[in-house]
């Protein structure tokens, strides 16, 4: 009923910039918290940024000051501008989105996409 489609992943080379979006799509009514996440081999996923409807934000201390995050609430969209890369940002990056699916039930659904590759080179 609800599908995130990720985009923007790469190969960068230390130092590079990446922008990574992510679109929900289907039955919204509307959306809370939406944000990424991401997983490198051998580790647990982690918390990178989110970003609540009303704007407030929490980011991972390893970006701060590095990756921005912002969204399109008229286009249920969200970006993640990734600047000054390093090699440990090297995951696989994903979209996670908190869901209303009708205006006549209260329930909040997590919503995951399928995951985009940013690898940074050394």
């Known amino acids: 009923q609800v599908q995130l489609a990720e985009s923007g992943g790469g190969l960068v080379q230390a130092g590079g910039s990446l922008r990574l979006s992510c679109a929900a799509s289907g039955r919204i009514f509307s959306i809370n918290v939406m944000g990424w996440y991401r997983q490198a081999p051998g580790k647990q996923r982690e918390l990178v940024a989110t970003m609540s409807s009303g704007n407030s934000t929490d980011y991972a201390d390893s970006v701060k000051g590095r990756f921005t995050i912002s969204r399109d609430n008229a286009k249920n969209t969200v970006y993640l501008q990734m600047n000054s890369l390093k090699p440990e940002d090297t995951a696989t990056y994903y979209c996670?989105?908190?869901?209303?699916?009708?205006?006549?039930?209260?329930?909040?659904?997590?919503?995951w996409g399928q995951g985009t590759q940013v690898t940074v080179s050394s």
């Open positions: 996670k989105a908190d869901i209303r699916g009708s205006r006549y039930n209260p329930w909040i659904n997590n919503y």
